[in-house]
Structures are given as structure tokens and as C-alpha cells.
């Protein structure tokens, strides 16, 4: 079945031959492999690296579909082309300019994620089923994690069997955008301002059948690798 059959929310799971496919909540309870959804703005694979789990990171992904050399670049360049022409400098997407447009036009950002949200999704897709899961102990979950700041935003929630939310204050939230993009100050503003709350991605969450399990963390990433081993010890033990 095609992932485009579902919607945001619907429960899926990769299965031992490959295939993706759509599952209650209290199935997946039972079934080896566990997608753990990750919303953060800190790139999960440098916390979960020495664990040797797979980590798919949206964020990354995107970066990478709009680079010249990526296999999907001439479908995206092609229709940003048209849809944001005053993007395009010396015939390349400018990401600076296409970052200033969306950021001061909501319909123009809800737009772009129609352009790029379903080429992230098939990515995201075809990595879950190319993985072999790496497998934590004796009858235990296989585990791989799906990460990205806006996670139960764009829908991509919808690969997942559980949800982790990074919670952290207002104004580190923004240092760790500027870190991550390498942007100024201001348009690190800009992005944290289109992110939901932590109340309302609970609830959004909750909606969708998740129980979230909420990690808050100001701190480094050693204190943040110390809280995710609590939460994997209890995922596993679900």
C-alpha cells in the first residue's frame, strides 16, 4: 500500500519483509519494531550515535535535497522555479532568499512544504525500508528513530509507533536554531516563531493517538544523552 494512502496520524510500521504498512496503535505495542519519533532541534544522531541506532534525520534530509547534486534537486529546482522565482540566483535555488520569503509569507511557507514535504517523506520511506533494524538485547524492540523539529507539523508522525518531544525554553530554542542553520539571531526568531508550543504539540499529539513522552532540556548534550537512555530503558520495557 502507498504511503500516500494515509494520513497524518495513521500508525504504520515497517515489516520484516521491507514493506510499510498501517497498524493500530495496540498492534504495534506487540510488534518487534518500534519507529521512535523524535521532535528536537538538536540533531538526534549526536546523541544517539554511540548506541548505534539508526537515526533518519528530516532536517538533514532537506538540506540534502536542495543541494545541485542530489538526485531529487532538478524536480525541486523545476518547481521552486516556478513558484518562487525571486528565489533563484545565477540558476540556483538561493536558500537564504527562499528562507526570507517564507518566513514573512505564511501561504508562500505552507506552499514550499507542499513542494518538499512528500519528496522527505518518500526519503524517510524507502531509508525505513532499506534498515535493517539493529536490535537492543534479547527479545527486545528493534528500534530506529525518525527526527525533525516539525515532526507532527508536516505529517511525518505518521511513520512512527512512539514520540519523543524535546522540550526546551524559548531562548535556547533559538541559540540552537542559530547553531543548527547558522543563521543570525533574527531569523532564528522568525523560525522558532512558527513552531507550536509544547502544549499544543501534547495535545496535537494526543490526537493522533500518541502519548508523548516529554524530555525536557537546557542543558548539553551529555545531560540530554543521560535523559534518552531513561527513555529508551522504558520503550523497550513497554
Known amino acids: 500500500e502507498e504511503i500516500e494512502a494515509y494520513k497524518a496520524g495513521d500508525a504504520v510500521c515497517a515489516g520484516p519483509n521491507g514493506t510499510v504498512s498501517k497498524m493500530t496503535r495496540e498492534e504495534i505495542r506487540e510488534y518487534p519494531e518500534r519507529i521512535i519519533g523524535i521532535v528536537s532541534e538538536i540533531p538526534v544522531y549526536d546523541t544517539w550515535g554511540e548506541q548505534n541506532i539508526k537515526v533518519i534525520d528530516a532536517d538533514e534530509i532537506n538540506r540534502d535535497i536542495l543541494n545541485p547534486n542530489n538526485q531529487y534537486y532538478i524536480e525541486l529546482f523545476t518547481k521552486i522555479k516556478k513558484s518562487f522565482p525571486t528565489s533563484i540566483s545565477d540558476g540556483l535555488v538561493d536558500k537564504r532568499k527562499l528562507r526570507d520569503i517564507i518566513f514573512n509569507n505564511l501561504d508562500k ?130
Do not use: H, W
Not at 532499506?130 to 538485547?137: P, S, T
Not at 511525518?156 to 543548527?180: E, G, P, S, W
Not at 542553520?181 to 500518541?210: G, T, Y
Open 109 to 238: 511557507r505552507k506552499e514550499l512544504e507542499n513542494i518538499v514535504y512528500p519528496i522527505i517523506k518518500k526519503i524517510i520511506i524507502n531509508e525505513i525500508k532499506n534498515e535493517k533494524f539493529d536490535i537492543i538485547g534479547n527479545n527486545k524492540p528493534k528500534l530506529m528513530f525518525v527526527s525533525a523539529p516539525l515532526l507532527l507539523e508536516s505529517g511525518f508522525d505518521a511513520l512512527c509507533t512512539d514520540l519523543v518531544i524535546i522540550d526546551v525554553d524559548k531562548d535556547i530554542q533559538i541559540k540552537r536554531i542559530m547553531t543548527r542553520d547558522n543563521v543570525s539571531e533574527c531569523d532564528a526568531i522568525k523560525a522558532s516563531s512558527i513552531r507550536m508550543s509544547i502544549n499544543e504539540l501534547i495535545e496535537l499529539a494526543k490526537d493522533r493517538i500518541f502519548e508523548p513522552i516529554v524530555v525536557k532540556n537546557n542543558q548539553e548534550l551529555v545531560d540530554l544523552q543521560e535523559q534518552i537512555n531513561k527513555v529508551l530503558k522504558n520503550i523497550m520495557e513497554a
